[in-house]
């Protein structure tokens, strides 16, 4: 495979952000996935969203796991820090720079596989303790890397690019995230960019487990008719809770109905997207509320998108452990072993 590097060069009237970074500033290497790919749509999403907020890049530290998905951290924020873990173990490797150093900005990058199956436990501890990161599941319901088994994450009886029908029951993680303790849970697709970078913002403001699950098709094993994760089928069956609004470049879309009714809308293209307005009384801060939306549109076959809940009370791992403010490469050696009269202190409120 050959392909161009990007250029160095930034033309001198680029528009800045508040800290005077590009969005190039922001960007990586060039994409080796798949023409069409949603994961590149995610990228694409977060660079945005760093950019529109003003995150200083040396500040980011993104982590990952293995899969295609895993691959992503690579296309963006190259100023960043970055680590590419083992699969299924980038939560606990997270949480551990996350506690060595509370001033970084983390964001985890994973996959359905990634963290669905071999990273579960990881997931699931991540998330009930609370530990201050954006974790963002590009989900596409299938390996892509080793040619398209279904995932934990695939819908009972979707279709396989070979016709074959999934027999087991999925995992809903925005679900679980919910029953787990993440404080931000939200639900995107790939496909929505005017959506998707809005809940990223709002999950990097967010103090504590931010979790949002985007929808992103395998354009090679798992965007064909039969599949639930394919453009055509998100298309059809989104149910937005908050309102959405679309760029196109032709004449504008306009519907108005009532809230808590649903709305069949014509795109340009054909195509017809499903909305559902979420009801004035609907408190997303209720996570019972929240649950009972999830399983009621899960019923129906339609995939809710938008913030699905959010504790803005929460409080991080660091709060509840009463950690060090400082980053812990910082302490001096008198603050880290403060000598054998401070250890059998400890030891004696333990006896």
């Excluded at 809710?304 to 490469?329: C, F």
Aim: charged share 20%; with cysteine.
């Amino acid at each position: 495979m050959s392909y161009l590097a990007k250029p160095k060069f930034q033309h001198p009237a680029l528009e800045a952000n508040a800290l005077g970074f590009t969005h190039r500033d922001y960007e990586g290497a060039i994409s080796t996935l798949c023409a069409g790919c949603g994961h590149d749509s995610i990228s694409a999403a977060i660079i945005r969203a760093c950019y529109e907020l003003s995150l200083p890049p040396h500040r980011i530290a993104k982590l990952s796991g293995i899969g295609c998905s895993s691959k992503t951290p690579t296309y963006m924020l190259g100023q960043s820090h970055g680590f590419n873990s083992v699969h299924g173990r980038m939560p606990s490797v997270l949480t551990g720079a996350n506690l060595a150093n509370r001033e970084l900005i983390y964001l985890g990058v994973s996959g359905d596989g990634d963290t669905a199956s071999i990273g579960l436990g990881q997931f699931a501890h991540a998330m009930r303790r609370g530990v201050d990161m954006v974790y963002i599941v590009e989900n596409n319901g299938v390996y892509g890397l080793t040619k398209g088994q279904f995932s934990a994450t695939s819908d009972k009886g979707s279709k396989s690019k070979k016709g074959v029908d999934n027999p087991d029951s999925p995992i809903d993680l925005v679900a679980l995230a919910l029953q787990l303790g993440a404080t931000f849970v939200a639900r995107g697709f790939s496909g929505d960019k005017a959506q998707l970078v809005p809940l990223i913002k709002a999950a990097f403001e967010h103090r504590g487990a931010a979790f949002i699950d985007v929808i992103s098709p395998c354009v090679a094993f798992n965007n064909h008719e039969g599949s639930t994760k394919s453009f055509d089928y998100v298309r059809e069956h989104n149910i937005a809770l908050n309102s959405l609004d679309f760029i196109t470049g032709r004449a504008p879309i306009e519907v108005d109905y009532a809230e808590g009714e649903s709305e069949v809308v014509a795109m340009h293209d054909g195509s017809a997207i499903r909305f559902h307005k979420l009801a004035s009384d609907h408190d997303w801060r209720d996570k019972s509320a929240a649950l009972a939306v999830l399983e009621k549109h899960g019923i129906e076959g339609e995939i809710v998108t938008g913030l699905i809940y959010l504790n803005d009370e929460a409080v991080d791992l660091h709060e509840r452990l009463k950690t060090t403010s400082r980053p812990l490469n910082v302490l001096a050696e008198s603050e880290l072993c403060p000598g054998s009269k401070a250890l059998e202190a400890i030891n004696a409120s333990l006896r």
